[in-house]
């Protein structure tokens, strides 16, 4: 139900967007997010976006990564930029709606080389 794109290899200082799309069964989404996850740890968030466009970033990634939405397309997506080798994760989009239901995107891997 959620449809990510947009992952990929890429050298340090480059950049990537990432995308996810809700499917239209989805609705009254609240907050959209992404989070990435190494082998061996646990998920972490990236950033989150509210319906009415307020925005948290983690502070790895402050003034480097841009999260947006198109509320019209159930979209969310994650503008990366300056890309560390340390940003390499798979990065899973995140959709949370008014009704308190949880969606996970399949993920998709970001591999920074340095």
């Known amino acids: 139900q959620l449809v990510e794109s947009g992952g990929g290899l890429v050298q340090a200082g480059g950049s990537l967007r990432l995308s996810c799309a809700a499917s239209?069964?989805?609705?009254?989404?609240?907050?959209m997010g992404w989070y990435r996850q190494v082998p061996g740890k646990q998920r972490e968030l990236v950033a989150t976006?509210?319906?009415?466009?307020?925005?948290n970033y983690a502070d790895s990634v402050k003034g480097r990564f841009n999260i947006f939405r198109d509320n019209a397309k159930n979209t969310v997506y994650l503008q990366m930029n300056s890309l560390k080798p340390e940003d390499t994760a798979v990065y899973y989009c995140?959709?949370?709606?008014?009704?308190?239901?949880?969606?996970w995107g399949q993920g998709t891997q970001v591999t920074v080389s340095s």
């Open positions: 995140n959709v949370n709606t008014y009704y308190l239901r949880a969606y």
């Open positions: 239209g069964s989805i609705s009254s989404i609240d907050v």
């Open positions: 976006i509210t319906s009415g466009g307020s925005t």
